[in-house]
């Protein structure tokens, strides 16, 4: 790939290889971020994990403090009283059966899939459509509840899903170029506090073993594992 000259000015320096700290790390990601437009910080992070053992499958949310900078949309299956609740809070789609088939038909237009237990009966015939996306409800996601309006409130205001893939890596959204390093800072150490504090009895040897933080368009740069660790 052929890149520009605001591109390899911004890289000048950069050193693949090396470990950076966290608070580093961000510094650089936010210097080489060389877009017109306001590209999204992501952290990948290799876990020391069997992901063929089912006790060693990750799956869950975490509360980014300081937001991810996006505008989450959000359906929501509801019935009755709750579906008032959803609206009221914010949901961008709410429905049942009516919504079960506007996304069959392939109206997904939407981040975060929340439902109450009731319609789970619905939304189990969708498994095909949302599974592949990620965005099947699921109580381990905090997606599949009767507080809708607590739900929908954190998703909107920072709260987002990670599962371990085939490979035990989790990739996490922790905000926008734009941030503050301070707020990346925040949201990148919430990320690793609570995959450690989710990390499975059955894990053996090192935890994290590989920690990378890229903008949209950026090149990887790794992190040190124990020196975010010791940060916490």
């Given amino acids: 790939m052929v890149r520009g000259k605001r591109y390899r000015d911004a ?7 090396n470990l950076y700290s966290d608070d580093a790390a961000i510094r650089v990601v936010k210097d080489m971020a060389s877009c017109r437009f306001d590209e999204t910080v992501d952290i990948a992070l290799k876990l020391g994990l069997d992901p063929r053992r089912a006790d060693q499958i990750l799956r869950g949310t975490v509360n980014l403090p300081a937001g991810t900078g996006k505008t989450v949309r959000v359906a929501v299956f509801a019935e009755g009283e709750a579906a008032t609740q959803a609206r009221e809070a914010g949901a961008d789609r709410v429905g049942s059966q009516d919504l079960a088939e506007e996304i069959t038909s392939g109206e997904v237009d939407f981040d975060v899939c929340i439902a109450t237990p009731e319609t789970m009966r619905i939304v189990g015939t969708l498994g095909r459509v949302l599974g592949p996306r990620g965005l099947m ?5 905090g997606t599949v509840t009767s507080d809708i309006t607590k739900a929908i409130n954190e998703f909107k205001g920072g709260r987002v899903g990670y599962r371990t ?18 707020d990346l800072l925040k949201n990148l150490r919430a990320v690793v506090a609570e995959l450690r504090r989710v990390k499975p009895a059955a894990a053996k040897g090192q935890y994290m073993q590989k920690v990378v933080l890229s903008s949209t368009m950026g090149p990887g740069v790794r ?3 124990n020196r975010i660790e010791a940060s916490l």
């Fill in 137 to 141: 409800p699921n109580p381990k996601s």
């Fill in 223 to 225: 992190v040190d594992p």
């Fill in 11 to 17: 890289v000048k320096g950069f050193t693949p290889d």
């Fill in 165 to 182: 893939d085939k490979f035990a890596n989790v990739h996490i959204p922790i905000g926008k170029t734009s941030f503050t390093e301070d």
